[in-house]
């Protein structure tokens, strides 16, 4: 299983792995990454598998699965605004907060060519998490684009 890397700054300027409304094309990319990237790329979060949610995806551990995404770098002088607007979009509250949708981890993404990043990931928080793995229904190929 991929390793989770906790840096020391839950602020730490890492890229953002995106894989549901925040990809180029859906509803959220616009409102939240328009003018405050420099750079979008494919890639993919191994270890990790994709739930269908209520509008948006979920992703949770696991193993041996792939959840299909981009990273998303913030342009200078936007992380910070970036960073507070996809965690109030996503939930996140802080580490462990009972009241999280979605828990914000740094782990390694992969490049097209293989290459991993560290990257702040959305997953699901942990009863969430568990429910789904539970009675979810799993998104083959990890793909959201892809879901229909």
């Known amino acids: 299983m991929t390793s989770v890397v906790r840096p020391q700054d839950p602020t730490a300027p890492l890229p953002f792995f995106v894989y549901g409304t925040l990809r180029p ?6 409102l939240f990454l328009r ?3 420099v750079a ?3 890639a993919t979060l191994p270890d990790a598998a994709l739930y269908d949610g209520p509008g948006y995806p ?21 992380y910070g605004e970036l960073l507070a607007a996809l965690d109030r979009l996503e939930e996140y509250g ?17 490049r097209p060519d ?15 998490a568990r429910d789904l793995r539970e009675s979810g229904t799993e998104i083959p ?3 959201w684009l892809k879901r229909i």
């Open 25 to 30: 094309g859906e509803v959220n990319h616009d």
């Open 35 to 37: 003018g405050r990237t």
């Open 40 to 42: 979008e790329e494919p």
């Open 58 to 78: 979920f992703a949770v551990d696991g193993p041996g699965s792939t959840v299909v995404g981009e990273l998303v770098t913030a342009a200078p002088g936007a």
């Open 94 to 110: 802080g580490p462990g907060r009972p009241g999280n949708v979605y828990d914000r981890i740094a782990r390694e993404a992969l």
């Open 114 to 128: 293989g290459t991993p990043v560290l990257a702040w990931v959305y997953l699901a928080s942990p009863l969430l």
């Open 141 to 143: 190929g990890g793909d």
